[in-house]
C-alpha cells in the first residue's frame, strides 16, 4: 500500500505560480512512477505530468509544456508540481497517483491516489 498526500493548492491570480507536493509512505513507494492529473467540474480526469522512479524522465501534457514542471525527491519521498504562468483554464482539483509502471499518461494504469488539491487561477 501507499499513501499520497497531496499540498499547496490555492488562489492565485493568472501569470501567477504555484508549487503542489505530494508526500508519499508506505512500501517501497520510491519506486512507483508518480503523476499528477486534473480534474475541473463536469470535466473528465486529465494527465498533467509524470516522473519515473528515478526522475530520469518526465512527460508532459501539451497544455502545460513549458510552464509546469515535475520533480521528486525520493530521499524525502516526495513529488513536486512547480506550475509557472498560470492560466484561469489550469482551475481544477489536482491529484497525485503513483503507478507500477515505468512512466505513463493513462489515469487507469495509476494503482493509488491522493485526496486532491484544489488550485483556482482568477482572471
Known amino acids: 500500500q501507499v499513501q499520497l498526500v497531496e499540498s499547496g493548492g490555492g488562489l492565485v491570480q493568472a501569470g501567477g505560480s504555484l508549487r503542489l507536493s505530494c508526500a508519499a509512505s508506505g512500501r517501497a513507494s520510491s519506486y512507483y512512477c508518480m503523476g499528477w492529473f486534473r480534474q475541473a467540474p463536469g470535466k473528465e480526469r486529465e494527465f498533467v505530468a509524470a516522473?519515473?522512479?528515478?526522475?530520469?524522465?518526465?512527460k508532459y501534457a501539451d497544455s502545460v509544456k513549458g510552464r509546469f514542471t515535475i520533480s521528486r525527491d525520493n530521499a524525502k519521498n516526495t513529488v513536486y508540481l512547480q506550475m509557472n504562468s498560470l492560466k484561469p483554464e489550469d482551475t481544477s482539483v489536482y491529484y497525485c497517483?503513483?503507478?507500477?509502471?515505468?512512466?505513463?499518461?493513462?489515469?487507469?494504469?495509476?494503482?493509488?491516489w491522493g485526496q486532491g488539491t484544489q488550485v483556482t487561477v482568477s482572471a
Open positions: 516522473i519515473s522512479w528515478s526522475g530520469g524522465t518526465t
Open positions: 497517483a503513483a503507478s507500477s509502471q515505468t512512466i505513463v499518461a493513462v489515469s487507469t494504469l495509476y494503482n493509488y
